[in-house]
């Protein structure tokens, strides 16, 4: 677990410290189906060893994909061992993660996401396969100074804007345009003053660090306006719980400076779109399985379990790549990983092996996922496929060391692919679930309703007409 996220042993302890800091407010925090975060707020002069032990009630009707109004009330009952103080709050306030029960059976509620996370990472002891799961999210963001978003019967469209982006070369500003930005596809490593945003991503880093994270490095990405900020691997729930914090942090501290973020995989044309490469590694009683003597260093076990990810792949995009923006970056051509093969070097396979000195470095780097994921659901899952791989020792065939995107056609032709829309990820979810099934990890309702609620955005998404519609078809 990150080293610096507040660790407490029972609830009793958990309130001597809320009384010792003079806490004020308990941010209960949970994640619906879509991977938001919601909150309620509890006053700290509310919360006794009763309430920790029993949960907060709240309308479950209210989050998306969950309860029917007849039938709503849930429980968010708190996980004392990860608590963070609020640094974005003006009365102290600390942040604590919580589970979702169905106050009816006093069992976690089989469409919590964070419970999903953690009955996954039960069953990977009970699966024999291992005792331990490892991932480590690498999410990719845009800046912007604004964004104006318009959907109206008679008006479509959007535009954003900012100081980085190459289409402000001309632009006359008050203080003087410095001509200094990054080219399009040329933001990777730039030094200051063509990277604008070191420090307000220094700050990201820091607010992290003191929320708990155990963080790495930042840096600019490909793209003018884009980032990436590093922490450091941890288990999958904690790992989940990690990237959560990390969006709360990019989003607000980005807002303190007037600024917005987004993780949308593809919200600029014609230019590179931000993914969430994850790195996964299993181990078993300390050691891990993943270090062999087969290609670049790994074992059966990794290849078989990269064997899953590519035969679950099309299932797995619609946890992975849930909006229908993911689909505008996974095409050829932009370093966007579309072919489902595996290699130690290319960065145009969908299953990457990072070069590692130590057996204990050895994974694979999944990198057809975005941060639009629910992380807790995109982690289990490619849990659960990678399981699958090895259980049922599905090889995924010889590397692809050459890059791919220069394949002669009828060669690529024989790549599979991932899906190319949110719509095809979704019914190849509902074909190819039973993976998901064992061990009462998804539930079939849970997937059921995850599907349904997605849908909407498809049909949405289908049914709204386009600006390059008209731009293609209006004088027809």
């Given at each position: 677990?990150?080293?610096?996220?507040?660790?407490?042993?029972?609830?009793?302890e958990s309130?001597?410290?809320?009384?010792?800091?003079?806490?004020q407010?308990?941010?209960?925090?949970?994640?619906?189906?879509?991977?938001?975060?919601q909150h309620?707020?509890?006053?700290?002069?509310?919360l006794?060893?009763?309430?920790?032990?029993?949960?907060?009630?709240?309308?479950?009707?209210s989050?998306?994909?969950?309860?029917d109004?007849?039938?709503s009330?849930m429980?968010?009952?708190?996980?004392?061992?990860k608590?963070?103080l609020?640094?974005?709050?003006?009365?102290k306030?600390?942040k604590?993660?919580c589970?979702?029960y169905?106050p009816e059976?006093?069992e976690p509620?089989?469409?919590?996401?964070?419970?999903?996370?953690?009955a996954a990472?039960?069953?990977?002891?009970?699966?024999?396969?291992?005792d331990?799961a490892?991932?480590?999210p690498?999410?990719e963001?845009?800046i912007?100074?604004?964004v104006?978003i318009?959907?109206?019967?008679?008006h479509?469209?959007?535009?954003?804007?900012?100081e980085?982006?190459p289409?402000?070369s001309?632009r006359t500003y008050d203080t003087g345009?410095m001509?200094?930005?990054?080219?399009?596809?040329?933001?990777?490593?730039?030094?200051a003053p063509?990277d604008s945003?070191?420090d307000?991503?220094?700050?990201?880093?820091?607010?992290m660090?003191?929320?708990?994270?155990s963080v790495?490095?930042h840096h600019?990405?490909v793209?003018?306006?884009?980032c990436?900020?590093?922490?450091?691997?941890?288990?999958l729930?904690?790992?989940?719980d990690?990237?959560?914090i990390?969006?709360?942090?990019?989003?607000?501290?980005?807002n303190?400076?007037?600024?917005?973020a987004?993780f949308?995989?593809?919200?600029?044309?014609g230019d590179n779109g931000s993914g969430?490469?994850?790195h996964q590694?299993?181990w078993?009683?300390g050691?891990?399985?993943?270090?062999g003597?087969?290609y670049?260093g790994l074992?059966?076990?990794a290849?078989?379990?990269i064997?899953g990810?590519i035969?679950?792949a099309?299932?797995?995009?619609a946890?992975t790549?849930?909006a229908?923006?993911?689909y505008?970056r996974?095409?050829?051509g932009?370093?966007?990983?579309?072919?489902?093969?595996?290699?130690?070097?290319?960065r145009?396979?969908?299953?990457r092996?990072?070069?590692?000195t130590?057996?204990?470095g050895?994974r694979?780097e999944?990198?057809?996922?975005?941060?639009?994921?629910?992380?807790?659901l995109?982690?289990?899952?490619?849990?659960?496929?990678?399981?699958?791989g090895?259980?049922?020792?599905?090889?995924?065939?010889?590397?692809?060391?050459?890059?791919l995107?220069a394949?002669?056609?009828?060669?690529l032709?024989?790549?599979?692919t991932?899906?190319?829309?949110l719509r095809?990820a979704?019914?190849s979810?509902?074909?190819?679930h039973?993976?998901?099934l064992k061990?009462?990890?998804?539930?079939?309702d849970m997937i059921?309703?995850?599907?349904?609620?997605?849908?909407k955005?498809?049909e949405l998404?289908?049914?709204?007409?386009?600006?390059?519609?008209?731009?293609m078809y209006?004088?027809?």
């Open positions: 677990m990150s080293a610096n996220i507040l660790k407490f042993k029972n609830e009793t309130l001597k410290f809320i009384a010792d800091q003079e806490i407010f308990i941010d209960m925090n949970f994640t619906d189906l879509l991977g938001k975060w309620t707020t509890e006053h700290a002069s509310t006794d060893d009763y309430k920790l032990k029993r949960g907060v009630f709240f309308d479950g009707s989050i998306a994909g969950w309860r109004v007849d039938n009330d429980v968010l009952r708190p996980d004392i061992t608590v963070a609020d640094p974005f709050a003006a009365q306030t600390v604590i993660f589970d979702v169905d059976t006093d509620y089989n469409r919590d996401p964070r419970s999903i996370a953690k990472e039960s069953y990977i002891k009970t699966s024999g396969v291992g331990t490892y991932f480590g690498e999410a963001f845009f912007f100074d604004d104006k318009n959907m109206d019967q008679n479509v469209g959007f535009q954003i804007d900012s980085e982006g289409y402000n001309g345009n001509g200094h930005r990054p080219k399009p596809k040329g933001g990777y490593f730039p030094e063509i945003l070191s307000i991503r220094g700050e990201m880093l820091t607010v660090q003191d929320m708990g994270l790495e490095k600019h990405e793209a003018p306006s884009q990436e900020l590093g922490i450091v691997y941890s288990t729930t904690n790992g989940a990690d990237i959560q990390y969006k709360h942090v990019v989003h607000n501290v980005a303190s400076y007037g600024k917005t987004t949308m995989p593809k919200p600029v044309f969430m490469h994850v590694s299993i078993k009683g050691k891990p399985l993943f270090a003597d087969s670049a074992s059966d076990t290849l078989f379990y064997g990810i035969k679950h099309k299932a797995l995009n946890f790549n849930p229908t923006n993911s505008k996974l095409v050829p932009y370093e966007a990983p579309v072919l489902l093969a595996y290699s130690a070097r290319n145009s396979a969908s299953c092996i990072p070069h590692s130590s057996d204990k050895k694979v999944v990198r057809f996922p975005d941060a639009c994921a629910n992380p807790y995109a982690f289990a899952a490619m849990l659960m496929a990678g399981i699958d090895i259980e049922n020792k599905i090889h995924p065939g010889e590397a692809m060391d050459k890059d995107y394949l002669p056609a009828d060669e032709a024989q790549i599979p991932v899906c190319r829309s095809e979704l019914e979810l509902k074909a190819d039973a993976f998901l061990g009462d990890v998804f539930s079939a059921e309703s995850y599907i349904g609620l997605k849908m955005e498809v998404y289908e049914t709204m007409p386009h600006p390059a519609e008209f731009y209006y004088s027809s």
